[in-house]
């Protein structure tokens, strides 16, 4: 497999376009703003997407970047172990610094559950993509040796049932079969990828290109017809809209995979576009954690403040690339940093905790 630093850059700019998805989702939903109470224009349609669309779809190319990768490794469960591992020692970084600022800016919000997610924060769901990840790994070796004993015709036969059960169900307004924000996303992703992979199934640019139209055409069309008719309270309009626009639905997975697709298929190397979308994942760590996304989006950048205007939707660009540039500098910093003073030991550390003779 291609390490990290000789990879082809065409996924690694898809990593970069899913963060800032996914940055974008955040401006709308984790605001103080009531989007639904606003009349239905173009303006709301555009935050609508953001609002729910843009971020499942950034999740799932995301994860479709790391699958993609996992799904010809074989590895062990201390190997599994050791990414976890490492994963902790960032988040306790980025735990660590909001703590710092947090004292600074408001020391009374700190309490007992702010000492807990700085030591657990994987167990305690602080970042929920990162706990269903860690859940993951463990199993991944369990669930990668049982899909490929299982053969061609199982698999199939497995991903046929997942589609219909977390996809085709899934347009029943309000449905819940155990699907949602957590490792079973992870794992049903992955059966739909490997065996794609593994049974060299190939689609066209043309069939990735109707696939991903289709989909947007869907969210968006939804989305329109929708709100527009909507006559009851705007608060239970979500709920309408989740089955074509939730993550892992059919909508989102369709254009989630024709762009991992067309991306895959662009061959070009740049150390630029690597080196930044190395710092994607972290990112996603410094905005989703708790106090900084408080602060972020309650008092630093706020749609409520400029929805109004008639730049909104430029203004909101704008929020987002600098939001997106400032935690990649920051990143950055801190890869710099662990390069030179904590990966080896920390690695050390677990090969004391863990020798390789040992399971």
Known sequence: MKTEKNRESGLELLRIIAIILIVSHHLVVHCPFDLWAEPFCLKRLFFQFLYRASGKI???????????????????????????????????FWNLSSLVLQFIIDPTSVIASTWLDLLFPLTRNEWWYVSSYSVFMLLLPFVRTSLQKMGKRPHLQLCILMIVLWGLLRFVPGANLGMGLNFVGFCYVFTLLAYYKWYSLRLSRFALNVAGLLGLFAI?????????????????????????????????????????????????HSKIVNHIASASFGVYLIT??????????????????????????????LSIFVVFCVATVLELVRKSLY????????????????????W
Do not use: C
């Not at 970047?65 to 960032?90: G, N």
């Not at 390069?339 to 040992?358: G, H, N, Q, S, Y």
């Open 288 to 317: 989703e954690q708790p106090f900084i996304l408080k602060q972020l989006w309650f008092n630093w950048v706020n749609l409520s403040v400029f929805y109004n205007d008639k730049y909104a939707i430029l203004l909101s660009v």
């Open 220 to 268: 968006v069309i939804w989305n329109a017809v929708l709100s527009a008719v909507w006559v009851g309270d705007a608060d239970n309009l979500p709920i309408y809209l989740e089955p074509v626009q939730d993550e892992w639905s059919i909508p989102i997975l369709a254009v989630s995979f024709a762009l991992f697709g067309l991306f895959r298929g662009m061959h070009f």
């Open 339 to 358: 390069r030179v003073a904590v990966d080896r030991l920390w690695t050390k550390l677990f090969d004391r905790v863990w020798p390789k003779k040992i």
């Open 58 to 92: 950034g999740i799932a190319l995301f994860l479709l970047i790391t699958v993609w990768f996992l799904a010809d490794k074989e590895i062990s469960l201390r190997q599994a172990a050791k990414k976890i591992w490492s994963l902790w020692s960032i988040l306790f």
